[in-house]
């Protein structure tokens, strides 16, 4: 792991990298005019996810290092899936994640009366013409990826009767999917995307932003490059998938005789054991799988908060992961390491019980309380100390204590001396147990001349255990996550599954008793911490006033075993 720490920067995605590189030459013979204008193009009909994470990184992240600006430009031409409520968590999210658009918002539906003059200047030019076959038709007649496709019977329209029945379109004459407007290109292709694709569909519903002005909206592959182009973006970055349909964008503005941007792929953010297929994530929230789009164990950004993920670890994490051209697949553990490693330095320590049992000192006087001070953060002194009591009663984890351990065992058991952390040496004298065996409490007797956990004669002990007071503890919700898959790759079911399937049933427990130092009763919701011993840990919005719930973050080491 000591490999992947020395890479870690805490810059996005750095300055060497090919990406950069262009920038850098374009920059050198002034292709730009010395502009650097990127964008972020989100669809909104969903929730960003971490593979997202990466895109921002890279596209605000590269605007950032050239001084240059970034846009957030939702690309909302599809009114069907997409939503308000999508158009303000992806802000929220990327101003979390550290970036900033500043004035540059842009909506692509802002752009719905200039993509029509273009699509009407294109019928003009012979290049565009309305089309009647069905969607199945369409699907039918546009070849495999050794044939070559079959020209539409509607193809050799003229541009009057075209012009005549694009106005109608506009104008809701025709019902949903009576017709399209094609680019008129070139069916024989070697490149499908180029066989005369749909640039425009009938579709009769209301819009988030443009209400109902619209009942025909603009296909992707045709607003995509325009909404690059009306922005005057220079650099365009897109995942690898895009990469054939460059050709049609670069067509497009060609015979619009428009500003051109770059476009440059890069290759997408895969992970195993989760999956980031926006429908996949609608689907495990709307039939409840999980629970909301921030379930701490959903890839979502606010998922991913809500576990107790920085914006600091994630863009190390993309950092870590870098751009390149080739598609590949990261450890979930390295996210989870970069977790670590950023929350190493700033969770605050302290101790809690998640399966307790009591611990009765038998020699402390009853009704006595000490109070000691403890580090909040011993990577971090600015993080100050506290106060945590200390009484006759406490509580210690059931699996601290065993009457007959193992060879090795250095926690309590009976006759063997311990040190209670930031407290005193105890020695284990036994324990009481119920009619069934079970174990009801432990007991031990301290040594008084061991206060604050260490003696000045030299003594060792090889075990320190964690604890709270009983009497002041305070009762916790605790909830400990596993992967939500049990596989490595999900998205690759075997034959009659899906990725459903491979849920783990296992990926959410909740401790309903543990009992946890009073310093947390009332912590900001989100406080990154760390319980001694057991883990990271953070505060859920869930908590109350002296009833907090915990996420577990992530353990104190990688444990995670990969089932094939
Ligand atoms: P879809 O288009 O299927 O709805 P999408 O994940 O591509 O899903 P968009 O809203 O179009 O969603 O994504 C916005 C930007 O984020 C795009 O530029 C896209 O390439 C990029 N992006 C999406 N997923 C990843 C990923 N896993 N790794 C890197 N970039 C990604
Ligand atoms: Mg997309």
């Not at 007991?443 to 956990?453: A, E, L, R």
């Not at 939500?484 to 399937?501: C, H, Q, R, S």
Request: net charge negative.
């Amino acid at each position: 792991m000591e490999e992947i720490k020395d890479t870690v920067s805490t810059e996005t995605t750095g300055t060497s990298n090919f990406l950069a590189d262009m920038i850098r030459d374009d920059l050198a013979t002034g292709k730009f005019g010395g502009r650097v204008v990127t964008r972020f193009p989100p669809e909104p009909n969903g929730y960003l996810h971490i593979g997202h994470a990466k895109a921002i990184c890279v596209d605000f992240g590269m605007a950032k290092e050239f001084g240059g600006v970034c846009h957030l430009r939702f690309d909302d031409t599809n009114p069907s899936k997409e939503d308000d409520e999508y158009v303000q968590s992806i802000q929220e999210d990327i101003k979390w994640l550290g970036f900033d658009w500043g004035d540059n918002l842009f909506f692509a539906s802002s752009y719905f009366d200039q993509m029509y003059e273009y699509a009407e200047q294109l019928i003009l030019q012979g290049k565009a013409y309305v089309c009647e076959l069905s969607a199945e038709e369409c699907r039918l007649t546009r070849g495999t990826l050794t044939e070559p496709g079959k020209n539409s019977p509607y193809r050799d329209r003229s541009i009057e009767e075209n012009l005549d029945l694009f106005r109608r379109m506009k104008a809701g004459e025709f019902e949903d999917g009576a017709m399209t407007l094609r680019a008129k290109i070139d069916m024989a292709s070697p490149n499908m995307n180029m066989r005369d694709p749909v640039m425009y569909r009938i579709q009769h519903k209301s819009h988030h932003q443009t209400g109902d002005k619209w009942c025909i909206y603009p296909m992707y592959d045709w607003a995509h490059g325009l909404e690059d182009s009306i922005e005057r973006v220079t650099n365009s970055f897109c995942t690898l998938e895009f990469e054939d349909h460059r050709p049609l964008y670069d067509w497009f503005l060609e015979q619009l005789g428009v500003y051109r941007p770059r476009q440059t792929e890069f290759a997408r953010l895969n992970i195993n054991n989760i999956v980031l297929s926006k429908r996949k994530l609608i689907q495990l929230v709307k039939e409840n799988y999980v629970n909301g789009w921030d379930d701490p164990r959903m890839p979502t950004l606010c998922g991913l908060r809500r576990r107790g993920y920085t914006p600091e670890s994630i863009r190390n994490f993309v950092a870590t992961v870098g751009v390149s051209k080739v598609n590949s697949t990261v450890d979930y553990a390295l996210l989870e390491h970069c977790l670590r490693e950023d929350l190493n330095k700033r969770a605050l320590r302290v101790m809690a019980v998640v399966d307790p049992v009591k611990l009765i000192v038998d020699n402390y006087p009853e009704g006595q309380v000490e109070y000691f001070d403890a580090d909040n953060n011993p990577e971090d002194a600015s993080a100050g100390k506290r106060t945590i009591p200390f009484s006759r009663e406490l509580y210690i984890e059931r699996e601290d204590f065993m009457e007959d351990p193992p060879k090795g065992y250095f926690r309590l058991t009976p006759g063997k001396e311990v040190r209670l952390k930031h407290a005193y040496y105890v020695t284990c004298t036994g324990c009481d147990k119920d009619e069934n065996g079970n174990i009801t409490a432990v007991h031990c007797t301290y040594d008084p001349n061991s206060k604050g956990g260490w003696t000045d004669d030299g003594r060792k002990v090889k075990g320190t255990v964690h604890w709270v007071s009983a009497e002041h503890a305070i009762d916790a919700e605790v909830r400990m996550y596993d992967r939500l898959f049990t596989v490595a790759n999900p998205d690759n079911a075997e034959e009659g599954k899906t990725y459903l399937d491979y849920l783990n049933p296992e990926s959410l427990k909740v401790v309903t008793n543990a009992k946890v130092e009073p310093s947390l009763a009332d912590m900001p919701a989100l406080t990154n911490l760390q319980f001694l011993r057991l883990g990271y840990f953070n505060v859920d919005p869930d908590s109350k006033p002296g009833k907090p719930v915990f996420n577990k973050s992530v353990g104190l080491k990688d444990s995670f075993k990969i089932t094939k």
